[in-house]
């Protein structure tokens, strides 16, 4: 399969793979860090002679993902997809592709305690973290963390195998490494720290203080929307470049990357492949996580709803196009604090990407794991507006959205497959309320996603009741119509 991957119809590593270092472990061999932080690595080696290699690590779940890339001497392909063509990159800067549950969590430690790594970096996503989305803070609770504690030098929790790692560097009088969170989550660095310190205190209290002092956890922003690899996408790929590459993966062209410039054992020269390397990430996140995120999970629940399987289905719709626009300009930009960008211009480059047709990114997928996503997406812009006592209620539609999507029953009577960490107690509330009123009260006392403050104020509870109650009568169409048409 290496030969055949080389002689792709694609941009090829021409660089020499043996010349790379494994100096990065990513934990999250999943589509998003394919098509984008291994990319900036890979154009770094073909373009400016790096040799930051990586170590790719998963450690509950995706076996196959792994045992296909080793099948391909841990090549892969990138298929970039526009309106107007596609084009193809494989990938070579995976050194090395391991999986816990498979090769051993003892192999895994092995390759996280070489002397020459700098960086571990993950893209768990937001659940990975074990920790309350309401509040940033570890659960002790959670099955995993507590699984862990009972026995941490055989973790399977990524704070869990973080922690173990450096406490067996530390033992081996190795220097620490960085820790690099790339998922979507605001001051995702310090939601890292907070985590993996929580744990390492549970554990060992002077541990706990060797990571506080010798670690760094720098932020990022991260931008590139890349779809769920499917059977269609696979045989687009096949098409574009002449190989089957069931590792392969498809995104849109646009990619950004902002990191926090904070790192222990050195770092790769990012910024040549066009990744910012800033002070302060925040500003960044929050831009990103209201306006792109933010407005594609209100698409998500309230497209589905109306029967749009797709972020560019939405886009044909004019009534969502124009709430999804009002919703970033009108109620997400006010909130942020970031400067020197032109953020009417911002919202029109995302309503362009929503539009491509290539990329028919699933409304469901984008559904997926709201608990973890609503906080940082709405309800802290919803709580600016309480502060300052502006209008919001396309941010209370959205949350509606939610509300009637993890009902579990869609407009035409059909289940809705509902994922999500706290999907029990979701199910509890939906199931114990009556359909309404009651069923909005119930799943606002769900304190892990909206605190405590949040549902005692009376102007939210009611905007969201009224916006929930439009979609039980009217319909997500028409209610998305209504506030489309009162803009």
């Given at each position: 399969?290496?030969?055949?991957?080389?002689?792709a119809?694609?941009?090829?590593?021409?660089?020499?793979?043996?010349?790379?270092?494994?100096?990065?472990?990513?934990?999250?061999?999943?589509?998003?860090?394919?098509?984008?932080?291994?990319?900036?690595?890979?154009?770094?080696?073909?373009?400016?002679?790096?040799d930051w290699?990586?170590?790719?690590?998963n450690?509950?779940?995706?076996?196959?993902?792994?045992?296909?890339?080793?099948?391909q001497?841990?090549?892969?392909?990138?298929?970039?997809?526009?309106?107007?063509a596609?084009?193809?990159?494989?990938?070579?800067?995976?050194?090395?592709?391991?999986?816990?549950?498979?090769?051993?969590?003892?192999?895994?430690?092995?390759?996280?305690c070489?002397?020459?790594?700098?960086?571990?970096?993950?893209?768990?996503?937001?659940?990975?973290?074990?920790?309350?989305?309401?509040?940033?803070?570890?659960?002790?609770?959670?099955?995993?963390?507590?699984?862990?504690l009972?026995d941490p030098h055989?973790?399977?929790?990524?704070p869990?195998?973080?922690?173990?790692?450096?406490?067996?560097?530390?033992a081996?009088?190795?220097?620490a490494?960085?820790?690099?969170?790339?998922?979507?989550?605001?001051?995702?660095?310090?939601?890292?720290?907070?985590?993996?310190?929580?744990?390492?205190?549970?554990v060992?209290?002077?541990?706990?203080?060797?990571?506080?002092?010798?670690?760094?956890?720098?932020?990022?922003?991260?931008?590139?929307?890349?779809?769920?690899?499917?059977?269609?996408?696979?045989?687009?790929?096949?098409?574009?470049?002449?190989?089957?590459?069931p590792?392969?993966?498809?995104?849109?062209?646009?990619?950004?990357?902002?990191?926090?410039?904070?790192?222990?054992?050195?770092?790769?020269?990012?910024?040549?492949?066009?990744?910012?390397?800033?002070?302060?990430?925040?500003?960044?996140?929050?831009?990103?996580?209201?306006?792109?995120?933010?407005?594609?999970?209100?698409?998500?629940?309230?497209?589905?709803?109306?029967?749009?399987?797709?972020?560019?289905?939405?886009?044909?719709?004019?009534?969502?196009?124009?709430?999804?626009?009002?919703?970033?300009?009108?109620?997400?930009?006010?909130t942020?604090?970031?400067?020197?960008?032109?953020?009417?211009?911002?919202?029109?480059?995302?309503?362009?990407?929503y539009?491509?047709?290539?990329?028919?990114?699933?409304?469901?997928?984008?559904?997926?794991?709201?608990?973890?996503?609503?906080?940082?997406?709405?309800?802290?812009?919803?709580?600016?507006?309480?502060?300052?006592?502006?209008?919001?209620?396309?941010?209370?539609?959205?949350?509606?959205?939610?509300m009637?999507?993890?009902?579990?029953?869609?407009?035409?009577?059909?289940?809705?497959?509902?994922?999500?960490?706290l999907?029990?107690?979701?199910?509890?509330?939906v199931r114990?309320?009556?359909?309404?009123?009651?069923?909005?009260?119930?799943?606002?006392?769900?304190?892990?996603?909206?605190?405590?403050?949040?549902?005692?104020?009376?102007?939210?509870?009611?905007?969201?009741?009224?916006a929930?109650?439009?979609?039980?009568?009217?319909?997500?169409?028409?209610?998305?119509?209504?506030?489309?048409?009162?803009?």
């Open positions: 399969m290496q030969n055949k991957l080389l002689t119809k694609a941009t090829l590593p021409v660089y020499d793979r043996n010349a790379l270092v494994p100096r990065i472990v990513h934990l999250g061999f999943g589509a998003f860090h394919r098509a984008h932080q291994a990319v900036y690595a890979d154009i770094l080696a073909a373009e400016h002679g790096s290699g990586y170590t790719e690590v450690l509950i779940g995706g076996e196959q993902q792994i045992a296909d890339l080793n099948q001497n841990t090549l892969y392909t990138v298929a970039e997809m526009s309106a107007d596609w084009t193809a990159r494989v990938v070579g800067v995976v050194k090395r592709a391991l999986h816990a549950e498979v090769d051993g969590l003892e192999t895994v430690f092995s390759a996280m070489e002397p020459q790594v700098a960086i571990v970096s993950l893209t768990i996503t937001e659940k990975g973290y074990c920790h309350s989305p309401a509040t940033g803070e570890l659960m002790l609770d959670h099955p995993l963390i507590a699984a862990d009972r055989h973790p399977r929790s990524a869990g195998v973080i922690v173990e790692a450096l406490a067996r560097r530390k081996a009088g190795l220097a490494f960085s820790v690099m969170s790339c998922d979507n989550m605001p001051e995702n660095g310090h939601v890292l720290r907070k985590v993996v310190c929580a744990y390492a205190r549970a060992d209290a002077g541990l706990a203080a060797w990571i506080e002092q010798h670690v760094t956890f720098p932020s990022t922003m991260v931008d590139r929307i890349v779809p769920a690899v499917t059977a269609d996408t696979l045989d687009k790929i096949e098409q574009l470049t002449g190989v089957r590459d590792a392969g993966v498809a995104c849109e062209p646009f990619r950004q990357w902002v990191i926090e410039d904070n790192f222990v054992a050195g770092r790769p020269q990012w910024e040549k492949a066009g990744a910012e390397l800033v002070s302060d990430v925040i500003p960044f996140e929050e831009m990103k996580l209201r306006m792109l995120n933010g407005s594609h999970s209100f698409l998500a629940y309230l497209g589905y709803l109306a029967g749009y399987q797709h972020i560019n289905d939405c886009m044909e719709d004019d009534n969502y196009r124009r709430a999804a626009h009002a919703l970033m300009l009108k109620e997400q930009a006010p942020l604090k970031v400067k020197g960008v032109d953020l009417g211009r911002y919202a029109g480059l995302l309503i362009d990407r539009s491509n047709p290539a990329l028919r990114h699933r409304t469901w997928q984008i559904a997926m794991d709201g608990s973890q996503k609503l906080p940082q997406r709405m309800l802290d812009s919803v709580r600016w507006h309480l502060v300052h006592q502006t209008p919001f209620d396309l941010l209370a539609l959205g949350v509606a959205g939610w009637r999507y993890v009902g579990g029953v869609d407009e035409q009577g059909n289940a809705i497959e509902v994922c999500d960490p999907l029990a107690e979701i199910q509890a509330a114990h309320s009556a359909e309404g009123e009651a069923r909005v009260q119930a799943l606002l006392s769900i304190e892990a996603i909206f605190g405590k403050e949040l549902p005692l104020e009376n102007l939210f509870v009611s905007k969201v009741t009224k929930y109650l439009s979609l039980l009568e009217n319909g997500a169409k028409a209610t998305v119509a209504a506030a489309a048409g009162s803009l």
